[in-house]
């Protein structure tokens, strides 16, 4: 399994950075994928998912700015999602993680977590 993160980095107040995210391994299963951040000195918290049926959540501090994209197919291993964070805002600087996993009934029953990639916003 193996979860590959792609984008973020700098930006100024006001500006765009996306970030993409790809999924592959001998899993089939795997039905949401989405990305989670953390600030220095807070918790992880949820940026937005989207599942397999296109199914989309965002967190409350990034709606409206930040709009998620996903290909899950259910007949192939590899899968993608990718991250437009537009706007962007001192406080959307942290280490953003991809999260890939199956969930049932709305509950998660395994998933996975990519290395994390940084984003700055600052002036």
């Known amino acids: 399994v193996q979860l590959q993160a792609f984008g973020g980095g700098v930006a100024h107040p006001g500006e765009s950075l996306g970030l993409t995210c790809t999924f592959s391994g001998q899993v089939l299963s795997i039905n949401i994928m989405g990305w989670y951040r953390q600030g220095l000195g807070q918790e992880r918290e949820l940026v937005a998912t989207v599942t397999q049926d296109g199914m989309i959540r965002y967190g409350d501090s990034v709606k409206g700015r930040f709009t998620i994209s996903g290909d899950l197919p259910t007949n192939d291993t590899k899968k993608m999602v990718y991250l437009q964070m537009n706007s ?33 916003v600052s002036s």
């Not at 962007?88 to 990639?117: H, I, M, R």
């Open 88 to 120: 962007v805002k001192p406080e959307d600087t942290g280490v953003y993680f991809c999260n890939a996993g199956y969930q049932l009934l709305g509950s998660s029953v395994y998933q996975y977590w990519g290395q994390g990639t940084q984003v700055t």
